[in-house]
């Protein structure tokens, strides 16, 4: 597809010149204002597309703002750097430095083990920086990504991200665009890619400024957050330009891996070559380009295929998507949660069929929904999904943010992790779940509008209403919530005993029975009453069963094939301080079975 103009921003070009571009197609005479290091006004020039340019001396480090009408100046929609905030001026950023991960590819997406983490909250300091020291211990564990929660500039110092209002430039208080490229680079020294969270479905209200260059927004679709993006009505060519040029952006010039789109079912698109489709058509375009494995994943709670199936199928072509009818399966499962929207799960068939099909709602009635959901995508490979017990979401829109580690035994804490680390789908991890982390993850911000404050306050205890949570939510604006969320990251390593089972249930995927993603190579038997399920998962010639005990007695289940195997895991193992391990092998039998002890999970192997 042809391209309707180059990237926005300050561009930085030879000799410390920069060409500055920004659309503003109903503005006359848009001035720049340089600020630092001289103070000085340069007219802007406007083409036919309404792109104001000029190309002026302006080396990295350069403040500069631009002046709308008289009086008016705002800071630039597509800045790289906001280093005073989000009301702050913009400054030059050149990507001219010297990168020290030559040679990386990336890796193939069946490869990623993801771990999820917010910056803020991850270290004491809460920088960039300060989470390098770490990815020894992650790559140890086993984790092959890890995800950055969005890190456009937010208001303020704490935030999830979410409230970012400029999708181009790198929060300042984690260290900016240098602080986030160091990290990057030293996660590919690691052998670890890099996954950013970017939200092309709204901006944050505090700083958002683009309203008043040009109509980025359109009032014919609403959000749970305000006016949607202008992604299907006039101008929108050039709108679709400004966040794919993002991506790009955070692709080429930072390295980034992949990237994990939020809450795209809130993108609103009626056009016949939807925005998503556009976005990756691009982006895989310039992965080819750049020889490297780029992969974009998807956050939907449509249960809708079309996002990650090919084009000749009517697909978008997304790399894959979160799961989160594999999560609520199984929370609902471990838990007695059936209120909001957990009151449609509950069932064993619900998580059996979570485990092979990942759609439990595959054109199937929904009772919070009060109507049919879904469509069928159990074809799909593994790859295409991604499973996980726990998430920033699933944590912290709880109204205290509190994790399973305070919900759930420790028995039921493995059994939990065996059945997210070696299902057929991509796992993911959130921070401080693989040693037990206690530490609630709660909803933060740091706003400067008391107004905004009180809105923020009212929005989140209308959302848990449809919970009927009793307690009262943890005040967002307060940073006694921002800091109870850190986590206690010096808990992790070979002392912890969760820590060294989820290296083993890491390393497990490897097995040679294992190495299948495909729905045709795993099945999965469930008694309901016994609350049990067994899994059969097989690879080229190698086969492995998988049995799990949800209930709190033992239980005794009768296995889908004959023939003699061999344990290869047992979570109730006193290794890891369980109460003793299942049997070590299973005879040739006419109707084989196996005794599994409370909350257990064990895997066996094929003995030729």
């Known amino acids: 597809m042809k391209r309707v103009d180059r990237a926005t921003g300050a561009l930085p070009e030879r000799d410390d010149k920069t060409l500055f571009r920004v659309w503003a197609p109903e503005a006359e005479g848009i001035v720049l204002h340089i600020i630092t290091p001289s103070d000085s006004l340069v007219p802007m020039q406007k083409d036919e597309n309404g792109y104001h340019e000029a190309l002026v001396g302006a080396p990295e480090g350069t403040r500069y703002k631009y002046r709308l009408g008289e009086d008016r100046e705002f800071p630039d929609p ?67 990504a890890i995800e950055l929660m969005p890190v456009a500039q937010f208001p303020g110092n704490r935030n999830w991200g979410y409230d970012g209002a400029y999708p181009y430039a790198t929060q300042n208080t984690y260290g900016g665009p240098e602080g986030l490229a160091k990290l990057v680079e030293a996660c590919h020294q690691e052998g670890l890619a890099v996954v950013l969270d970017v939200v092309y479905n709204h901006l944050g209200p505090e700083g958002n400024y683009l309203q008043a260059f040009a109509g980025y927004f359109t009032d014919r679709y609403k959000t749970p957050w305000g006016d949607a993006l202008n992604f299907d009505g006039s101008g929108s060519d050039h709108v679709r330009r400004f966040f794919i040029e993002n991506a790009l952006y955070w692709v080429t010039e930072l390295h980034i891996d992949a990237l994990r789109l939020d809450a795209v079912h809130a993108i609103a698109d009626q056009s016949a070559y939807p925005f998503l489709h556009q976005l990756s058509d691009e982006v895989h375009q310039r992965a080819e380009e750049l020889g490297r494995h780029i992969h974009l994943i998807a956050e939907s709670d449509l249960n809708d295929p079309k996002l990650i199936r090919p084009a000749d199928m009517g697909g978008f072509e997304l790399d894959s998507q979160w799961s989160d009818d594999f999560h609520h399966a199984l929370r609902a499962v471990l838990t007695d949660e059936r209120s909001g929207y957990y009151e449609d799960f509950g069932g064993l068939d619900q998580l059996a069929t979570a485990m092979t099909d990942a759609y439990v709602f595959a054109n199937v009635f929904s009772k919070h929904r009060g109507r049919h959901h879904g469509a069928p995508g159990g074809d799909l490979d593994g790859s295409k999904f991604l499973a996980y017990s726990q998430n920033h979401d699933q944590v912290g829109n709880r109204i205290l943010g509190d994790r399973l580690t305070t919900q759930i035994s420790f028995e039921e804490l493995k059994l939990a992790a065996v059945t997210v680390i070696l299902s057929r789908y991509l ?5 401080g779940e693989e040693y037990g982390e206690t530490n609630p993850f709660q909803y933060f911000t740091s706003h400067s509008d008391e107004d905004l404050i009180k809105a923020v306050r009212k ?14 939510a943890p005040d967002p604006h307060a940073k006694e919530t921002f800091e109870r969320s850190k986590i206690s990251f010096e808990r992790a390593g070979e002392e912890n005993t969760l820590w060294r089972f989820y290296r083993e249930l890491i390393a497990l995927r490897k097995h040679p029975a294992l190495l299948s993603l495909t729905r045709e190579d795993i099945a999965v038997q469930h008694s309901e009453s016994e609350r049990t399920l067994v899994v059969s998962r097989r690879s080229g010639g190698h086969e492995a069963l998988i049995a799990l005990n949800f209930s709190d007695q033992r239980q005794t289940v009768k296995l889908p094939v004959n023939g003699r195997w061999t344990l290869t895991m047992s979570s109730s193992d006193p290794r890891w301080d369980g109460p003793g391990a299942a049997a070590s092998s299973i005879e040739d039998g006419s109707e084989p079975q196996l005794e599994l002890p409370p909350h257990s999970a064990t895997m066996y192997a094929a003995t030729s």
């Open 427 to 431: 796992p993911m991890l959130f921070m």
């Open 459 to 472: 929005g989140r205890k209308e959302e848990f209403a449809a919970f009927a949570w009793e307690r009262e």
């Open 78 to 144: 597509a800045s790289r750097f906001q280093p005073e905030g989000v009301h702050g001026p913009s400054e030059v950023v050149s990507f001219q430095r010297r990168w020290k991960d030559d040679g990386w590819k990336g890796i193939a997406l069946r490869d990623y083990v993801f771990y999820e983490l917010h910056v803020g909250t991850f270290t004491p300091e809460g920088t960039f920086e300060s989470t390098i020291p770490h990815l020894k211990t992650l790559k140890s564990l086993g984790v092959t």
